[in-house]
């Protein structure tokens, strides 16, 4: 009798829905998986029962930022631990070493984070919560434009493919506003020392430095520019927006410029004011842009999966929940109004922040 009426009530059928997660936690970028986990735990927390009362499990796994431990972990969650998507990773070059794996396993892969458009690209099972680097570079370039920057030089981290890519996105944009490249800086990341790079810079006279790799690397450099006495201001982009950068980079990080997802100051949607209020009592601080990604990504897992059993399939029916993941429309996520393209690729605006005394104050906001 217990079991029949647990049947009627559907509990019978209560299923764990497994979402594995890979996340560099340790190892240089640990800010990212850090961060990212954050706000996943914020929008876990409110919600992981699906409509027809199934529970979500998370299985997180840690890569260490490294490419070959990403790829392994997507291979052991899918054969192993049998999840039904994957949500991950940060870096962009770990992401593009995710994607064939899961391609291959045609298994629902959604990056909150990368940037880079290879990262989506020819994959069928591959989306992304955020906007890629065409954009993001555009509006790099046209914000140092808009301020009076006419001739740059470029710092790349030649380790990583989103660095790479976003040089060039920038590099695009800033010469056909009519700007000019007088150089391109390469940095690998990893490095401590930036003397021979700003020795380089110091010698051009730049209006603008665009750096385009990761906190740890622009910490030590803007620092080490200011300490051999190079004024130019720094515009970065995404992956700088970090504590580190004012932790390491101390005054001389004041000023720095960069491109990113999110600032809860410029947060009005319901969603985000909910999700900033939640931030704030667990964490107590500014809710920053790499945990909000994480929530959204979840939050679009679980929207597809729910369309899934709409539909009367289950929510573990990977080509179903692929099938509305690629096609999400109009999701009201945190970040901004989710719209995902024909390549799997988030249409969203850009805000603009800048660190002064120490905080990551909002500029403005850039539409598509
Ligand atoms: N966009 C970066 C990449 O693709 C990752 C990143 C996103 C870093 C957001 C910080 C904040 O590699």
Request: hydrophobic share 40%; proline share 4%.
């Amino acid at each position: 009798i217990v079991a029949a009426a647990a049947l009627m009530s559907g509990i019978a059928f209560a299923k764990e829905v497994k979402v594995g997660v890979v996340l560099p936690l340790t190892g240089p970028i640990a800010a990212f998986g850090q961060t990212s986990k954050a706000g996943l735990d914020i929008a876990y927390n409110q919600n992981h029962k699906l409509k027809n009362g199934d529970n979500v499990k998370l299985i997180v796994l840690d890569d260490r930022g490294d490419k070959v431990e990403a790829a392994t972990a997507v291979k052991r969650l899918i054969d192993k631990n049998g999840v039904t998507v994957i949500l991950g990773e940060v870096a962009s070059g770990n992401s593009m070493a995710m994607a064939p794996v899961a391609e291959k396993a045609k298994t629902p892969m959604i990056t909150h984070a990368s940037t880079n458009p290879r990262v989506t690209k020819g994959k069928k099972y591959v989306t992304r919560a955020c906007f890629i680097d065409p954009f993001q570079g555009a509006v790099m370039a046209k914000y140092a434009l808009d301020n009076g920057m006419k001739n740059a030089v470029v710092v790349t981290d030649a380790k990583q493919d989103y660095s790479v890519g976003l040089s060039k996105a920038f590099k695009k944009a800033f010469t056909a506003g009519g700007g000019k490249i007088l150089k391109t800086v390469l940095i690998n990341s990893g490095d401590k020392d930036f003397n021979a790079q700003v020795s380089t810079i110091k010698s051009m006279h730049p209006d603008i430095i665009a750096f385009t790799g990761y906190y740890p690397e622009a910490a030590l450099m803007v620092k080490q520019a200011r300490d051999m006495g190079v004024k130019t201001p720094f515009i970065g982009a995404d992956g700088v927006g970090f504590p580190e950068l004012v932790k390491i980079g101390g005054k001389a990080a004041e000023g720095f410029m960069y491109t990113d997802h999110f600032n809860e100051a410029a947060a009005s949607s319901p969603e985000a004011k909910a999700y900033v209020e939640a931030f704030h009592k667990k964490y107590h601080k500014a809710a920053d842009s790499m945990g909000a990604l994480a929530a959204d990504a979840y939050g679009m897992i679980l929207n597809a999966m729910n369309q899934c059993i709409d539909e009367g399939k289950q929510p573990t029916d990977k080509e179903c929940v692929n099938e509305h993941l690629r096609h999400t429309k109009g999701y009201k996520g945190i970040t901004g109004v989710i719209n995902i393209d024909k390549n799997g690729n988030a249409v969203k605006s850009a805000v603009i922040n800048e660190v002064q005394n120490g905080k990551f104050v909002y500029k403005t906001t850039v539409n598509p």
